[in-house]
C-alpha cells in the first residue's frame, strides 16, 4: 500500500519511510511516483496488447510515448516526428509441425521449440545428420573451437548453453562463472551460421540458462521478429534453430550410447565436436511478414555542445498476444519492460525542466525507447548500425531494464561492473545515497548481454545496465521484498507480468535519481568515459585509467 509522505532529500532518505511519494536529487530535481506508476500502468494495460512490434499494441505505445516527448518539448531528430523505421520481417511457424529427432517423434512446445527465419512457405528436411559440437564456440582468443576440422553443411548442431566457465567456474577458462556472449543463445546460432550448418538446437537446462523452460515455450514460439538481411546474409542463416529440453536431450544421447552428463564434462574440458550417428526430419509451415517497426527518439538539445550526446535506452516491447493460450493470453510486460520506459520518460521531464528552468547541460540528453529487444534487441541493434547521432559522438548509454520493484536497498547492481570509467559516475551518485555499488550477485546469467546496452557496447559506446540491489534497507522492505517475490515467482515472460498497486516504487525512483545525477555530470563536463584494459571493448574506445 503507497502512503502520501513528505518529499525527503537523497541525503536523508534513509529517515524516511520505504514508500516516498517522490525522490528529490540535491539539484531539487522531483521525481514524481504517482506519475511514474501510471506510465507503468499505462504501458502494461490490457489495452495495449503486450505491445509486441508491429501490432496494434506498439501504434498505441508509439502514440504515448511520442505524445508524452511532445509535452515535454524535445526535439524530433527528423523534423517531423520521434521515430526511427526499423526495417522488420515477422516470422511465424505452425503449431503443427513434425519433430522427429533419432527415433523420437517430438512434440511441439512440450519437447521442442523450432522455428525459422527463412522466407519459405515450408520448412522440410529429411534426415539430417545431427553433431554434438559442445558449447558451440569458436574464440580464437580463448584458444577454443568447438567446430574444429568440422564441416557443417547439411547437418544440424546440437549445443550445450551458457560456456564452459560457467561448468568449471575455477578452471580459469573463459570468465569464470560470470557468463562471455559465447555463451548466449544468439551466439551460438550466428556461429552456427557461420560454419554453414543447416540448423542449430540448444539444450535448455534451467540453471546455465537462468530460465525455466516455460521462458523458451513463451518467448520463440508464435511470431518471432528479425530484422531484414541482405540476401547474401540470409542465404547463409541456418535454416531451422531452437532449443530441445534436457529429458529428450538425455534420451537422445542414451540412444546414440552416450552419456549427457560424462559428455557435456568434456566439453566443459576442452573443445568437442562427435556425431551423434542419429538424424532429424523436422517439417512445419512458416511464413513471413514485412514491416516497418519503430525505436522512438527524442531529444533535448545542450547549450554548448550539442552535438555530443548521453543516450538513455529502455525497450518498449514486450511479447504481445498468444491466442493458442487459455484464459490469459496477454503479456502484458509490466516490470519487463514498461517500468523502464517509464523510467526513462520520468528522467526526461526532469531534464526538460531544468532547461526550461534556464539550466540546460552543455551536452545532449537523447532518449531511446527502442523496439524488438525480446526479440534479440533488435531495435538498439539497428540504431547501432544506424545512428541518429553518430556514434563517435555519443558519449554514453545509461540503459533501464526492469526497474526495482521490490523496495529501496543499501546496495546498488551495476551488471557486469568493471567494464568501464562510466561506472565512475554511477558510484559517485550511489554513494551520495548511502549505497554500495556491487556487480551483480548472479554473473551466470549474462545480464550485460541481455539487453539494449549490449548492442552499444560492442561498437565501443561505455555503456551502463544498472539498478536495484540485494540488500533491502530494512526489516519491513525485508519482508516486502519476500512477499512480493512470491507473487511475481515464474513472472518473467509470462502472463502474469501485470501491473500491481501495491508496488513498492520508491527504490526504483532512487535508481532513477542515481541515472539523472551521473548523466548531469557527465553532461556538463568534458570527459569521455573507456573501457578498461582486459574488456572486450578495451581497444574501441580505451579507458585512460586502469582502475578497474
Same mark, same amino acid.
Given at each position: 500500500?503507497?502512503?502520501?509522505?513528505?518529499?525527503?532529500?537523497?541525503?536523508?532518505?534513509?529517515?524516511?519511510?520505504?514508500?516516498?511519494?517522490?525522490?528529490?536529487?540535491?539539484?531539487?530535481?522531483?521525481?514524481?511516483?504517482?506519475?511514474?506508476?501510471?506510465?507503468?500502468?499505462?504501458?502494461?494495460?490490457?489495452?495495449?496488447?503486450?505491445?509486441?512490434?508491429?501490432?496494434?499494441?506498439?501504434?498505441?505505445?508509439?502514440?504515448?510515448?511520442?505524445?508524452?516527448?511532445?509535452?515535454?518539448?524535445?526535439?524530433?531528430?527528423?523534423?517531423?516526428?520521434?521515430?526511427?523505421?526499423?526495417?522488420?520481417?515477422?516470422?511465424?511457424?505452425?503449431?503443427?509441425?513434425?519433430?522427429?529427432?533419432?527415433?523420437?517423434?517430438?512434440?511441439?512446445?512440450?519437447?521442442?521449440?523450432?522455428?525459422?527465419?527463412?522466407?519459405?512457405?515450408?520448412?522440410?528436411?529429411?534426415?539430417?545428420?545431427?553433431?554434438?559440437?559442445?558449447?558451440?564456440?569458436?574464440?580464437?582468443?580463448?584458444?577454443?573451437?568447438?567446430?574444429?576440422?568440422?564441416?557443417?553443411?547439411?547437418?544440424?548442431?546440437?549445443?550445450?548453453?551458457?560456456?564452459?566457465?560457467?561448468?568449471?567456474?575455477?578452471?580459469?577458462?573463459?570468465?569464470?562463472?560470470?557468463?562471455?556472449?559465447?555463451?548466449?543463445?544468439?551466439?551460438?546460432?550466428?556461429?552456427?551460421?557461420?560454419?554453414?550448418?543447416?540448423? !542449430?538446437?540448444?539444450?535448455?537446462?534451467?540453471?546455465?540458462?537462468?530460465?525455466?523452460?516455460?521462458?523458451?515455450?513463451?518467448?520463440?514460439?508464435?511470431?518471432?521478429?528479425?530484422?531484414?538481411?541482405?540476401?547474401?546474409?540470409?542465404?547463409?542463416?541456418?535454416?531451422?534453430?531452437?532449443?530441445?529440453?534436457?529429458?529428450?536431450?538425455?534420451?537422445?544421447?542414451?540412444?546414440?550410447?552416450?552419456?549427457?552428463?560424462?559428455?557435456?564434462?568434456?566439453?566443459?574440458?576442452?573443445?568437442?565436436?562427435?556425431?551423434?550417428?542419429?538424424?532429424?526430419?523436422?517439417?512445419?509451415?512458416?511464413?513471413?511478414?514485412?514491416?516497418?517497426?519503430?525505436?522512438?527518439?527524442?531529444?533535448?538539445?545542450?547549450?554548448?555542445?550539442?552535438?555530443?550526446?548521453?543516450?538513455?535506452?529502455?525497450?518498449?516491447?514486450?511479447?504481445?498476444?498468444?491466442?493458442?493460450?487459455?484464459?490469459?493470453?496477454?503479456?502484458?510486460?509490466?516490470?519487463?519492460?514498461?517500468?523502464?520506459?517509464?523510467?526513462?520518460?520520468?528522467?526526461?521531464?526532469?531534464?526538460?525542466?531544468?532547461?526550461?528552468?534556464?539550466?540546460?547541460? !552543455?551536452?545532449?540528453?537523447?532518449?531511446?525507447?527502442?523496439?524488438?529487444?525480446?526479440?534479440?534487441?533488435?531495435?538498439?541493434?539497428?540504431?547501432?548500425?544506424?545512428?541518429?547521432?553518430?556514434?563517435?559522438?555519443?558519449?554514453?548509454?545509461?540503459?533501464?531494464?526492469?526497474?526495482?520493484?521490490?523496495?529501496?536497498?543499501?546496495?546498488?547492481?551495476?551488471?557486469?561492473?568493471?567494464?568501464?570509467?562510466?561506472?565512475?559516475?554511477?558510484?559517485?551518485?550511489?554513494?551520495?545515497?548511502?549505497?554500495?555499488?556491487?556487480?551483480?550477485?548472479?554473473?551466470?546469467?549474462?545480464?550485460?548481454?541481455?539487453?539494449?546496452?549490449?548492442?552499444?557496447?560492442?561498437?565501443?559506446?561505455?555503456?551502463?545496465?544498472?539498478?536495484?540491489?540485494?540488500?533491502?534497507?530494512?526489516?519491513?522492505? !525485508?519482508?516486502?521484498?519476500?512477499?512480493?517475490?512470491?507473487?511475481?515467482?515464474?513472472?518473467?515472460?509470462?502472463?502474469?507480468?501485470? &501491473?500491481?498497486?501495491?508496488?513498492?516504487?520508491?527504490?526504483?525512483?532512487?535508481?532513477?535519481?542515481?541515472? &539523472?545525477?551521473?548523466?548531469?555530470?557527465?553532461?556538463?563536463?568534458?570527459?569521455?568515459?573507456?573501457?578498461?584494459?582486459?574488456?572486450?571493448?578495451?581497444?574501441?574506445?580505451?579507458?585512460?585509467?586502469?582502475?578497474?
Amino acid at each position: 500500500m503507497r502512503t502520501l509522505l513528505p518529499v525527503c532529500a537523497l541525503a536523508l532518505l534513509s529517515a524516511c519511510s520505504q514508500h516516498t511519494t517522490d525522490i528529490v536529487t540535491p539539484e531539487k530535481v522531483t521525481f514524481d511516483e504517482s506519475r511514474f506508476r501510471l506510465d507503468i500502468k499505462t504501458l502494461a494495460s490490457d489495452e495495449f496488447e503486450g505491445r509486441a512490434p508491429t501490432t496494434k499494441g506498439e501504434q498505441l505505445t508509439l502514440d504515448y510515448l511520442s505524445k508524452a516527448f511532445a509535452e515535454m518539448g524535445l526535439d524530433k531528430p527528423n523534423g517531423k516526428d520521434y521515430l526511427q523505421a526499423v526495417p522488420m520481417v515477422t516470422y511465424t511457424a505452425s503449431e503443427q509441425q513434425s519433430i522427429q529427432l533419432g527415433d523420437m517423434q517430438l512434440q511441439h512446445r512440450q519437447d521442442v521449440v523450432i522455428g525459422s527465419r527463412h522466407d519459405v512457405s515450408k520448412i522440410d528436411i529429411a534426415n539430417a545428420p545431427l553433431v554434438f559440437v559442445g558449447y558451440g564456440i569458436n574464440a580464437p582468443e580463448y584458444q577454443w573451437n568447438d567446430y574444429q576440422d568440422l564441416d557443417m553443411s547439411g547437418k544440424i548442431a546440437v549445443i550445450l548453453v551458457n560456456d564452459p566457465g560457467f561448468a568449471l567456474p575455477d578452471s580459469g577458462k573463459f570468465n569464470g562463472k560470470a557468463m562471455t556472449y559465447y555463451g548466449r543463445w544468439s551466439y551460438k546460432f550466428e556461429e552456427a551460421s557461420r560454419q554453414g550448418a543447416l540448423g !542449430a538446437i540448444i539444450i535448455h537446462d534451467t540453471e546455465p540458462a537462468s530460465y525455466p523452460w516455460s521462458v523458451v515455450e513463451n518467448s520463440w514460439t508464435g511470431a518471432q521478429q528479425d530484422l531484414v538481411r541482405s540476401k547474401d546474409e540470409q542465404a547463409k542463416w541456418i535454416e531451422v534453430e531452437g532449443w530441445m529440453t534436457l529429458d529428450v536431450a538425455t534420451k537422445l544421447f542414451d540412444k546414440a550410447g552416450l552419456s549427457l552428463s560424462t559428455i557435456s564434462d568434456r566439453a566443459a574440458s576442452s573443445a568437442i565436436n562427435i556425431p551423434l550417428n542419429q538424424t532429424a526430419s523436422i517439417s512445419f509451415e512458416n511464413k513471413a511478414q514485412y514491416a516497418n517497426s519503430y525505436n522512438v527518439v527524442a531529444t533535448l538539445p545542450g547549450e554548448s555542445r550539442s552535438d555530443e550526446h548521453i543516450l538513455f535506452t529502455a525497450h518498449w516491447d514486450h511479447i504481445g498476444l498468444d491466442p493458442s493460450k487459455d484464459g490469459d493470453q496477454i503479456y502484458n510486460g509490466a516490470l519487463d519492460n514498461a517500468s523502464g520506459t517509464a523510467g526513462i520518460l520520468e528522467i526526461a521531464r526532469q531534464f526538460a525542466k531544468q532547461a526550461q528552468n534556464g539550466n540546460p547541460l !552543455a551536452r545532449s540528453v537523447t532518449f531511446v525507447a527502442t523496439t524488438g529487444e525480446e526479440q534479440g534487441l533488435l531495435g538498439s541493434r539497428f540504431y547501432a548500425s544506424n545512428p541518429v547521432y553518430p556514434l563517435d559522438k555519443t558519449v554514453a548509454v545509461f540503459n533501464l531494464d526492469s526497474t526495482n520493484i521490490y523496495g529501496r536497498t543499501t546496495d546498488y547492481t551495476i551488471v557486469g561492473k568493471g567494464k568501464s570509467e562510466l561506472e565512475n559516475y554511477l558510484i559517485a551518485a550511489v554513494e551520495t545515497q548511502n549505497r554500495t555499488a556491487k556487480s551483480e550477485k548472479h554473473p551466470e546469467s549474462g545480464g550485460f548481454f541481455r539487453s539494449d546496452h549490449f548492442s552499444f557496447a560492442k561498437y565501443g559506446v561505455p555503456a551502463v545496465f544498472a539498478g536495484g540491489g540485494s540488500i533491502p534497507v530494512d526489516e519491513a522492505t !525485508a519482508e516486502y521484498k519476500a512477499m512480493m517475490k512470491q507473487q511475481m515467482k515464474g513472472c518473467y515472460h509470462s502472463v502474469c507480468d501485470e &501491473y500491481r498497486e501495491n508496488w513498492d516504487l520508491s527504490g526504483a525512483l532512487e535508481d532513477l535519481a542515481v541515472y &539523472y545525477d551521473a548523466a548531469a555530470v557527465l553532461g556538463n563536463n568534458s570527459d569521455w568515459p573507456g573501457y578498461f584494459s582486459g574488456t572486450e571493448f578495451h581497444s574501441l574506445r580505451p579507458a585512460k585509467t586502469d582502475n578497474n
